[in-house]
């Protein structure tokens, strides 16, 4: 998997763009700035975003080579993140170390991602924001109609609504939807597709409950 990311962000462009995504940026300037972790932050667009909103961005990824296009596109717009390249699972934090996460087309093994999710709610504080886009079960039409919209071709690493809601139960819900929309980001993102869209405050600091 890292040699692919290394490979993709390699190429001259910005695989994704350096805009950033438009629901995250619709939604992170909603909330007081502070600490945001971003993992799958990939060529930085979204983390560096955050940073330009006044956030302390910890950007994550496996990619070196997405690291030095973030740590570019950074210097371009003159602020600063802290980029960690590595495996989530093998990276920890502090619990309640962050005001936000912000889960933009982070996609995770289907054996992991649920796990992966409540790992990240460990490290939210009591009161902080989950930010969250990825591609829905229903995408793989689409993605069969025009490869060029991307996205995993293993329905089992897509999202159901569903699935956050148990994720991310011990959240309050300000969204939660499921819907097609017309991605133009980069070389990868292009055309209709449906995604999940989630924000949440987490309201108490124990998932299982």
Known sequence: MKEKWDARYSEGDFAYGKEPNVFFKEWLPK????????????????GVFAAMEGWKVTSLDLSEEG???ALKLAK????????????????????ASFDAIGLIYAHFGADKKSALHKKLDQ?????????FEAFSKKHLDFRKQNPKVGGPNNIDTLFSKEEISSDFKNYEVLLLEEREIELNEGNYHIG??????????KVNGNLSS
Request: hydrophobic share 40%.
């Open 76 to 95: 371009e717009q003159g602020v600063d993140l802290n980029y960690l390249v590595g495996d989530l699972e093998a990276l920890n934090f502090d619990k």
């Open 31 to 46: 909330f007081e700035a502070g600490t945001i972790l971003m993992p799958a932050d990939g060529e930085g667009r979204n």
């Open 67 to 69: 690291k030095t296009k």
């Open 123 to 131: 490290y939210l504080k009591v009161g902080g924001h989950v930010i």
């Open 192 to 201: 209709k597709g449906s995604v999940i869209r989630f924000v949440g405050r």
